[in-house]
């Protein structure tokens, strides 16, 4: 089980909610499951969460559940999982275009100024082979 750490520079919306019937998920899963994210308060394990992610997408809405959540100085760590092969599909190809607009941030914040296109590019050359794959 892979989870990716989703940049904090792109803030989610993340919001509890009623708790929803996910599919059983194993332990042995492999390959991409979900996100992590540094988070300003607790979430309860195993809590239904509704996650939007304006910056990217103002469409994207899915639901997840919370792995795990740990305390990491004044903020919490969380893993989110995704056990519905749709919903982990499309947090996955959203989190890679997430990756590719931190990848654009950083080049400008070092005085580099990229399009989206040249930082995609770029991104995928240097780190989309090591990039979970999708193996539900």
Not at 37 to 65: K, M, N
Not at 67 to 89: L, T
Not at 109 to 136: D, H, M, V
Request: charged letters at 25%; hydrophobic letters at 40%.
């Amino acid at each position: 089980m892979e989870f990716v750490a989703h940049p904090k520079d792109l803030p989610l919306n993340i919001e509890v909610i009623e708790d929803q019937s996910f599919p059983t998920v194993g332990t042995d899963r492999h390959g991409f499951v979900g996100i992590t994210y540094l988070a300003s308060s607790a979430f309860q394990t195993g809590a239904s969460v509704r996650i939007t992610l304006e910056e990217i997408d103002p469409h994207f809405c899915v639901v997840g559940r919370i792995a795990w959540c740990d305390n990491e100085r004044d903020e919490y760590r969380i893993a989110i999982e995704f056990p519905n092969k749709e919903d982990c599909y499309c947090v996955r190809m959203v989190e890679q275009l997430s990756q590719i607009e931190h990848y654009r941030r950083q080049a400008k914040f070092q005085g580099r100024r990229l399009n989206y296109n040249e930082a995609a590019a770029e991104w995928i050359q240097q780190f989309a082979a090591s990039f979970p794959a999708f193996t539900i």
